[in-house]
């Protein structure tokens, strides 16, 4: 695989031999993992006095090699990114996150999103709260199928690339009509959460209903012209001529080559560095223009279930406003402590995370859907190391 490419990255490594050498070690882990073809990491403070990156392995079956500066896909890191979008437009007042989503969506595609047996159609009661904290109670469109049917990633994984508008998601979740639960009601000390990537497929909907563009024109308004993120993209046939080409995204073995389902999962393309840049603008403050609005991203925090899901997080995982808070149990990580974090990780086995205790950054990837788990196991290795290393 080779090792952690130390001349490539946006920034110097700036950390100590004694750190350098164990996140090269992690690194080599991380490429380690069962199919991984590449690995990166990188770490950097919120002050930016400390970073370190590296990546191994290769970018693309031909034998690219993988960079520090290889865009890559975040899968559901994007979260963070349209829950941010979310929140700017609620302090511009153009929309109320506490407002039913039906103010801002035809009803013609939020009907029947939440049926339970009796017939009682609760999607009128879900507001936009319920879409960033994952209460809705709508069920994930990518884990759902008509009985003898395929999942949507299955067919995709076993038959070929193909595409699908919202209106097709919508229409999946009414044809199974299995809602996970009634929308949990908005005085609630505690709600009933469950992860579900169609709670944020009606969020982008919303955005581009209230703001009339397109997702890439918000998301370069609000994020990418004023933080200067120049290979942060959604992937569309424009933008792969555009931008630089990602690295391959894998199953196991195979390599995919599936830009219309990318395209479709409307999921961002960026860099390790371009990746804290964001974190770091959006945990300092400096996305929002009232500091209350990250703090309200990071409040009422609901712990997910336990779910027999292969790629929906459940529990230990808390849930805030389109951001995780993770911390392992005790009796997960032997008894040891390890820092919490603040973030989100994606199919991909991508992650961004932030680490309050040492207030760092940690972000990577080993660009493998098998492997979602990775991020896990990685980054609280990563966060105590780190703390320990702090405390010395």
């Known amino acids: 695989m080779g090792t952690a490419d130390r001349n490539e990255p946006h920034k110097g490594n700036t950390a100590p031999e004694s750190i350098s050498d164990k996140m090269q070690e992690i690194l ?6 069962r199919y991984a073809n590449h690995a990166v990491l990188a770490v950097e403070s919120m002050d930016g006095s400390f970073h370190w990156s590296g990546a191994t392995g290769i970018a693309h079956p031909d034998g690219t090699p993988m960079r520090t500066n290889t865009p ?3 899968a559901s890191v994007t979260k963070l990114y349209i829950a941010s979008a979310v929140l700017k437009l609620h302090e511009q007042g153009r929309l109320s996150i506490y407002e039913r989503m039906n103010s801002y969506l035809p009803w013609s595609l939020t009907e029947g999103l939440n049926r339970t047996k009796d017939g009682m159609d609760h999607s009128d009661k879900i507001t936009l709260l319920h879409l960033l904290n994952h209460s809705s109670g709508i069920p994930d469109y990518l884990e759902i199928h ?8 299955d067919g995709i994984l076993e038959d070929g690339d193909r595409s699908w508008s919202i209106e097709d998601t919508m229409q999946l979740v009414r044809n199974v009509n299995r809602p996970l639960f009634q929308p949990q009601p908005m005085d609630a000390t505690k709600w ?17 209903n209230v703001t009339g563009k397109p997702l890439q024109e918000v998301f370069a308004e609000m994020f990418c012209r004023p933080l200067n993120l120049e290979n942060t993209y959604l992937p569309s046939k424009s933008a792969y001529k555009n931008f630089p080409a990602a690295a391959t ?7 995919l080559d599936i830009p219309y389902a990318l395209e479709s ?42 779910q027999l899901s292969p790629v929906a997080p459940g529990w230990p995982i808390e849930y805030g406003l389109g951001m995780m808070r993770f911390k392992p149990p005790p009796l997960f990580s032997l008894f040891r402590s390890f820092p919490e974090l603040r973030g989100h990780t994606g199919v991909s086995s991508a992650w961004l995370f932030y680490c309050p205790e040492i207030d760092m950054i940690i972000t990577g990837t080993v660009s493998q859907l ?8 990685i980054v609280p290795k990563i966060a105590g190391f780190l703390s320990r290393e702090h405390k010395t």
């Open 28 to 33: 080599n882990s991380m490429a380690g993992v």
């Open 72 to 74: 890559f896909w975040i």
């Open 146 to 153: 008509r009985k003898g049917e395929k999942r949507l990633w």
């Open 192 to 208: 009933k959460s469950r992860y579900s990537d169609t709670n944020f497929q009606l969020l982008i909907a919303i955005i581009q």
């Open 249 to 255: 995204i894998w199953y196991k073995d195979q390599s």
């Open 265 to 306: 999962a409307r999921d961002l393309i960026s860099t390790a560095d371009e990746l804290i840049i964001f974190m770091r603008a959006l945990i300092g403050g400096e996305i929002f223009d009232d500091p209350a609005t990250v703090k309200l991203m990071q409040s009422n925090w609901n712990m997910f279930g336990f």
């Open 370 to 377: 098998s492997a979602v788990a990775v991020p896990f196991k």
